[in-house]
């Protein structure tokens, strides 16, 4: 194989190695982060704490519940146990929605809120109430996504490794293609983060009512915080390595020796003691 030849596949695998990245790291945020209910509810909890947050959660069980008990879910908002509610409801709403995109099914996901209500410190006692956390039209939408993500979540990171590894191994110049390497990945990384910093911009467009726009803006912060601190790992990476390839090729290489500048005459030879 030529060297020209190994220069092209070279290429060719490392421009395809840095292009799975972005998506490999969004597939595994979402196999791995979203889908994991400990790590979601970790993820959400401080966002208790957030004014708009709590309103937004009121507007919503006040629309699901009857008057006599729209008072008890404002009220429940506003008691410093919500934490403990909020996190109770997280982790009921993110199991129910699992337990239907895996075991199949073609209803309402609901949840009990008076289970959750009865977990204040004030023992706020609320009625069977079902609150609908996702219709049956998007059951299926979802549950065809997350079987892509399961697969893309180990995959696609595994295959980006493997062509950039392949890539670095065929290449004529190693330490030429090792930079292309990093600097791909560090491009990678800056990609996805405008990407997040876009889906946030759209997802805050899309919102039919302009009043919860500031607590869902928080939690797609919260959710996507990993995702945001992975791409600039990406790009520090990235950069450090082509930096690192950079200084040692141009100062690592040990400086040809100055010849002499002209013949060296013999040294006078010392008469032998025969000769003498």
């Known amino acids: 194989m030529t060297s020209r030849v190994r220069s092209a596949l070279s290429a ?8 799975l990245v972005p998506f490999g790291a969004v597939a595994a945020w979402a196999a791995y982060g979203l889908a994991d209910t400990g790590r979601y509810v970790t993820t959400m909890a401080p966002l208790a704490a957030d004014p708009a947050v709590r309103d937004s959660v009121a507007d919503a069980v006040e ?30 709403v993110h199991q129910a929605v699992l337990r239907a995109v895996r075991d199949g099914g073609h ?37 065809k996504g997350y079987e892509v993500l399961e697969v893309a979540g180990f995959w696609l990171p595994v295959t980006a490794a493997v062509l950039a590894v392949a890539g670095i191994a065929v290449a004529a110049c190693r330490r030429r293609a090792l930079t292309a390497t990093a600097l791909g990945t560090a491009l990678g990384g800056a990609l996805l983060s405008i ?72 040294p006078a030879q010392q008469p032998t003691r025969a000769q003498a």
Do not use: M
């Open 63 to 92: 629309g699901e519940v009857g008057e006599p008990v729209r008072p008890l879910v404002r009220s429940l908002t506003r008691t410093p146990a919500f934490g403990t509610a909020w996190d109770a409801g997280n982790r009921a």
């Open 12 to 19: 060719a695998l490392i421009a395809l190695a840095c292009l």
């Open 195 to 266: 990407a997040v910093a876009v889906g946030r911009r759209l997802t805050l467009t899309d919102l039919p009512d302009p009043v919860h726009r500031p607590a869902v803006g928080a939690v797609y912060d919260a959710l996507t915080a990993t995702l945001r601190t992975v791409s600039w790992l990406l790009v520090a990476v990235g950069l450090a390595v082509a930096l690192t390839c950079w200084l040692t090729g141009r100062y690592g290489r040990p400086r040809a020796r100055r010849g002499p500048a002209g013949p060296v005459p013999d």
């Open 107 to 143: 209803h309402e996901v609901t949840v009990d809120i008076a289970p959750i209500a009865a977990r204040v410190e004030h023992r706020v006692t609320l009625p069977h109430t079902e609150v609908a956390v996702l219709p049956a039209s998007q059951l299926d939408r979802l549950r």
